[in-house]
């Protein structure tokens, strides 16, 4: 099993900027590709993006492309989410999954992650 705790949301005025954290145990959690999703109301959860096992490859929603980075650190079981220049279309709740599989890039459908935290809310105010 693998537990993920998603910390760092909160309230951001546009343009400005939150870093969300994921505190991965369990499971070698470092060896899995690990992904940031969003669920805002009344709208299906989506990716947002994506960091490979070994931080070679990521991947980014285009929505958020150029204001968002994803990042890891392996030794500290955590990965990052820097988002910058936050508009209030970003507001939902955040979470953190984690894919166990072998894939050498990490994935941006829903059905490829196995783990889930519970989410952080984001809100972002005009």
């Known amino acids: 099993q693998v537990q993920l705790v998603e910390s760092g949301g909160g309230l951001a005025q546009a343009g400005g900027s939150l870093r969300l954290s994921c505190a991965a145990s369990g499971r070698t959690s470092s060896r899995f590709n690990m992904g940031w999703f969003r669920q805002a109301p009344g709208k299906e959860r989506e990716f947002v993006a994506a960091?490979?096992?070994?931080?070679?490859?990521?991947s980014y929603a285009d929505s958020v492309k150029g204001r968002f980075t994803i990042s890891r650190d392996n030794a500290q079981n955590t990965v990052i989410l820097q988002m910058n220049g936050l508009k209030p279309e970003d507001t939902a709740v955040y979470y953190c999954?984690?894919?166990?599989?072998?894939?050498?890039?990490?994935?941006?459908?829903?059905?490829?992650?196995?783990?889930w935290g519970q989410g952080t809310q984001v809100t972002v105010s005009s």
């Open positions: 999954a984690a894919d166990p599989s072998l894939n050498v890039r990490a994935g941006t459908r829903r059905n490829m992650y196995d783990y």
């Open positions: 960091i490979s096992r070994t931080a070679l490859s990521t």
